[in-house]
């Protein structure tokens, strides 16, 4: 495909993509009573660390300890929000962030890509896919606590990985890799990746060290705070967490963690298609639009047709450092009880989703071919038409069930 041809599709593609958004954010506004995150922030304005009572807040992100209520998360996401909240209160629109999240994520990938010798045109090609046609665009746009805080710290990781394979700077890579951590505590296992990169000597051991000085800094601050609320400087509130909303709840009976949630992990990650849309309940009949998102997940060749471009197994220098950090984070994530509930996709991969995309990149190089370009406009045209339909709306299609 000629360059000029790339960039015509891309912009109109681009712009499909953001009028889809602005959509489901309509849609999706009626999650706009959770603002857990800005309750949060207002309380860090008075010196608490708690919120206080309210019979309103999630019950599924909530934990209560000495008869106290807290997020079990990490801090940062209401700690950026404590300006906007100190402004406007707690009316502040809290996926905002999310929002900040798809445009930072945006141009992180585009710096990695650059970074791998793809052009212009392509390194854009490869920011739309990541951002519209990943877990990351319905996770950033629907207004839950966790998803919010999750679009908040993977590009971070992002951002740790444009900085390695540009500016090279230690010291802010550890920085990001820190924050990233005062999301979600898992997030620190990407480090692994430049452990790795390490032992292959592609880091020196001053460059290793100042990285991992503020990731041990962050650590503790992050054990503080556990610490304050939970008295345990390793509890994050998982432990306590008031009981999950059906159907949820009924994972936990048979093991908060274990091997048994894997399979149903890894079928909603790898298999779980659409739901069949049907005239009746009792025959097979398809109805327009034909399919609907599950909202157990579906495999991440459905949202990000992209990544089957994977079984090209092709490596370059990075790929096994990717796998392996890839591998060491999806582990914990598929003996977890909660697979995700009222997603579009498997969203528990954006934790990893960074180092997948990193191990695509060869399969991609030297240019984006044809193939490429089709499956990032089928992922993305699939992805704005579909995410709504977790609540049976079709915006883009004029009808609603």
Known sequence: ??????????????????????????????????ISLNLLAMQFLKGHISLEPNLDLPVGDISIYNGKYYIYFGPLASIILIP??????????????????????FFAVYSISKSFKFSKVDSLWLSLFFVFSTVLFSTSVINITSYTVEAIGM?????AL????????????????????????????AAIFFFIEFIKKRLSKKQIALIFIPIMFFGLVYGGYNYLRFNSFTETGYGYHIQDPYPLSKNKEYAERGLIHIPANLY???????EPILYFRD?????????KADPWGMAIWFTSPLFLLL??????????????TTVAIALPIFTWYSIGFAQFGYRYALDFLPFLFLMLIP???????????LLITLGVVFNCLYIASLWDEYPLLGITR
């Open 162 to 189: 444009a900085e390695y394979f540009s500016k090279k700077r230690p010291l802010v890579m550890g920085i990001l890799l820190g924050l990233a951590m005062l999301t979600r505590i898992t997030l620190v296992l």
């Open 283 to 291: 025959g097979f009949v398809f109805k327009f639009p034909f399919i």
């Open 311 to 324: 079984f090209r197994f092709k490596r370059n220098l990075y790929y096994v450092p990717s796998l392996v």
């Open 363 to 373: 399969s991609l190089q030297p240019k984006l071919s044809k193939p490429a370009i």
């Open 84 to 105: 906007a909240v100190a402004i406007l209160g707690k009316s502040f629109p809290q996926v905002v962030l999310g929002i900040v999240g798809l445009i930072i994520s």
């Open 1 to 34: 495909m000629q360059e000029k041809n790339k960039k015509i599709l891309f912009f109109a593609l681009l712009i499909f993509a953001i009028f889809s958004a602005f959509l489901i954010l309509k849609t999706a506004a009626i999650y706009n009573w959770d």
């Open 268 to 274: 909603s990650f790898f298999v779980k298609p659409p």
């Open 155 to 159: 590009p971070l990781i992002l951002l």
